[in-house]
């Protein structure tokens, strides 16, 4: 029994404490480092779990009694440790700051740290725009994961190219889908915020048409980046989150699913399969 209690904490941690959406930031980076050809170190897949972890936290932290309505296992989770999260975002920050300094990587630093601003002060100066523009966070916070691709290229001195760019835009349409896609569990709770989110906006049939044709025109800059030549061919199995998506937008429809479990590990965990299809073709192809 303690067994079993054991790695029901495991697992907890891992999925609400915001480490599988950590981790899917190191496979986001992984798998664009493979096919923009980089050679990727241990310093940077730290960073970049560091610095997607502690915005994570800082927004937990800032919205927990929010949380309670929209995330209850989440927050539940979190609620025996939330009084140290100031502290813990501290030393992930103090960590980062000193392995870019380590490696003298200045321009990736001072990057880095416009990024996590930006993550920060969602909560605190730009969620009051999603009350006055469509869509605006689901805009907001895909961009700031697509940048993930830039801070990459900064760090490692590779050239801003057309490979860049469309790893860029399909980065970006897929957290469209997603951030999107999650949007539609708080539909109440933003209601009351008076939050301007695209499920609040568009009808049930509209918001499915919109992600299905995000879905697949987010395909296009993979396909368009092998038949230039400009990405490898294993890019193509990246194709696999169109199916993938489909799939979670029908079992949302299902009374019978799990919601919990579809929002916070199938929805999320998508993005370290990135890598591991990547990996495996690399591997094989």
Same mark, same amino acid.
């Given at each position: 029994?303690?067994?079993?209690? @054991?790695?029901?904490?495991? %697992?907890?941690?891992?999925?609400?404490?915001?480490?599988?959406?950590?981790?899917?930031?190191?496979?986001? $980076?992984?798998?664009?480092?493979?096919?923009?050809?980089?050679?990727?170190? %241990?310093?940077?897949?730290?960073? #970049?779990?560091?610095?997607?972890?502690?915005?994570?936290?800082?927004?937990?932290?800032?919205?927990?009694?929010?949380?309670?309505?929209?995330?209850?296992?989440?927050?539940?989770?979190?609620?025996?440790? $939330?009084?140290?999260?100031?502290?813990?975002? @501290?030393?992930?920050?103090? $960590?980062?700051?000193?392995?870019?300094?380590?490696?003298?990587?200045?321009?990736?630093?001072?990057?880095?740290?416009?990024?996590?601003?930006?993550? *920060?002060?969602?909560?605190?100066? *730009?969620?009051?725009?999603?009350?006055?523009?469509?869509?605006?966070?689901?805009?907001?916070?895909?961009?700031? %994961?697509?940048?993930?691709?830039?801070?990459?290229?900064?760090? +490692?001195? &590779?050239?801003?190219?057309?490979? #860049?760019?469309?790893?860029?835009?399909?980065?970006?349409?897929?957290?469209?889908? /997603?951030?999107? @896609? *999650?949007?539609?569990?708080?539909?109440?709770?933003?209601?009351?915020?008076?939050?301007?989110?695209? =499920?609040?906006?568009?009808?049930?049939?509209? !918001? &499915?048409? &919109?992600?299905?044709?995000?879905?697949?025109?987010? !395909?296009?800059?993979?396909?368009?980046? $092998?038949? !230039?030549?400009?990405?490898?061919?294993?890019?193509?199995?990246?194709? &696999?989150?169109? =199916?993938?998506?489909? +799939?979670?937008?029908?079992?949302?429809?299902?009374?019978?699913?799990?919601? /919990?479990? !579809?929002?916070?590990?199938?929805?999320?965990?998508?993005?370290?399969? %990135? /890598? @591991?299809?990547?990996?495996?073709?690399?591997?094989?192809?």
């Amino acid at each position: 029994m303690r067994l079993k209690q @054991f790695f029901n904490l495991i %697992w907890n941690e891992f999925v609400y404490g915001g480490h599988l959406l950590s981790l899917g930031a190191v496979s986001i $980076v992984y798998t664009s480092a493979i096919l923009l050809n980089i050679k990727i170190t %241990w310093d940077f897949l730290v960073i #970049v779990y560091l610095g997607t972890y502690s915005p994570y936290l800082y927004n937990r932290y800032k919205e927990f009694n929010e949380d309670f309505a929209t995330n209850p296992e989440r927050t539940k989770h979190i609620e025996k440790h $939330v009084k140290y999260i100031p502290i813990m975002i @501290f030393l992930f920050i103090l $960590v980062m700051i000193g392995i870019f300094l380590h490696f003298n990587k200045i321009s990736a630093l001072l990057f880095a740290i416009f990024l996590i601003l930006t993550s *920060f002060y969602y909560s605190i100066l *730009f969620k009051g725009l999603s009350k006055k523009i469509v869509g605006f966070k689901s805009f907001y916070v895909s961009l700031n %994961w697509s940048l993930l691709v830039i801070l990459l290229v900064i760090y +490692y001195f &590779f050239p801003l190219n057309l490979a #860049v760019f469309l790893i860029f835009a399909f980065i970006f349409l897929r957290f469209i889908v /997603s951030t999107t @896609f *999650f949007d539609i569990k708080d539909i109440e709770a933003d209601k009351k915020e008076g939050l301007l989110t695209l =499920p609040n906006r568009l009808k049930s049939k509209g !918001l &499915f048409i &919109f992600l299905i044709l995000t879905t697949l025109i987010a !395909l296009l800059p993979i396909i368009l980046g $092998v038949y !230039l030549n400009v990405l490898p061919i294993i890019s193509l199995l990246l194709l &696999f989150t169109a =199916p993938y998506t489909f +799939y979670y937008l029908k079992r949302v429809r299902n009374k019978k699913t799990d919601i /919990s479990f !579809l929002y916070n590990v199938i929805v999320d965990g998508e993005f370290i399969l %990135w /890598s @591991f299809f990547i990996f495996l073709g690399k591997i094989f192809l």
